[in-house]
């Protein structure tokens, strides 16, 4: 099942910027494809897609933080 919506129709593309939230909606909460050890999450995948309208977009990781913040 996909919910990503038709072009033009609900959401935006939103992929290639990492971002932690949903430019249309606002959304934070993300669906995403995770792997676990020990009972934690252990790598996610970049490829995201919001929770609540399913625009299609980058999800962050640490890498992604800019220099001034760490
Ligand atoms: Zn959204």
Known sequence: MSSTPPTGVLGIDQRGIPTHA???CGSTVFTIHASFEDYEIVAW???AECTQCGSPLTAPCP???PIEEL
């Open 22 to 24: 949903c430019l249309v």
């Open 45 to 47: 995948w970049m490829d």
């Open 63 to 65: 890498a992604d933080r």
